[in-house]
């Protein structure tokens, strides 16, 4: 898509569907796994992991003038909030969101607050870039405090406070999920939902990070 020229903007798990709805059903071993009749309880695992990229109802080609709000809240990159303007990274840090629920089961920022959401990046990944924080537009700074983010002072409730100190840090947060290969897909996350737009992976050198390639037996 990226090699089109296209930015889709609006990338999330409704926006992405398996190819085919064949599966097989596995017997899920885990915890008490038996109802109360002592029948097993099967997970539903599709046949083919191939999939297809929906909804360009929002998808735009790449251009110098992109500085518009963009992306389903959950998925939505810093760049967006902070009114940086935007062009394909925003696309990439989506998919990292995306990776991340797909793992967890969960959405990674369950927020509908910005500065809410930009607190719950800095809980998850660490502190903001200084220099992007002091580019933040108009309608931005006022989530920026003396270079920093006004958090939690700025916090519109203490139940937002809890929201974000209740979240783990990204390498914690995966691996209380992952037995195999938690480096490798935290490596590849960190690459994906870096901060500065300009240093985030490309799609491209996405698709070739070790966790997308490693050999079937390491799976």
Not at 25 to 44: M, T
Not at 47 to 64: L, Q, R
Not at 166 to 194: E, P, Y
Request: proline share 5%; glycine share 6%.
């Amino acid at each position: 898509m990226h090699d089109l020229h296209l930015i889709h903007t609006d990338l999330k798990p409704e926006n992405i569907l398996l190819v085919s709805p064949e599966y097989v059903k596995v017997p899920e071993y885990r915890g008490a796994a038996r109802s109360s009749k002592g029948n097993l309880y099967f997970r539903r695992v599709p046949k083919s992991s191939a999939i297809k990229v929906i909804d360009f109802g929002s998808t735009v080609y790449e251009s110098k003038d992109l500085d518009y709000t963009v992306s389903t809240r959950h998925y939505r990159a810093p760049e967006v909030i902070l009114g940086l303007g935007w062009n394909y990274p925003c696309d990439i840090w989506s998919v990292g969101c995306i990776l991340v629920e797909l793992c967890t089961g969960e959405a990674l920022f369950q927020t509908h607050e910005n500065l809410e959401h930009l607190a719950m990046m800095e809980r998850v990944l660490g502190p903001l870039p200084s220099h992007m924080l002091k580019r933040a537009d108009r309608h931005a700074e006022k989530y920026v405090r003396r270079g920093w983010l006004d958090w939690p002072e700025g916090a519109s409730s203490r139940e937002s406070i809890r929201a974000v100190d209740k979240l783990l840090r990204l390498q914690n947060l995966i691996m209380d999920h992952v037995d195999h290969s938690a480096g490798d897909l935290i490596h590849l996350l960190r690459g994906l939902l870096t901060y500065d737009p300009i240093h985030r992976l490309t799609a491209r050198e996405a698709l070739q990070h070790p966790f997308l390639n490693m050999d079937q037996s390491r799976r």
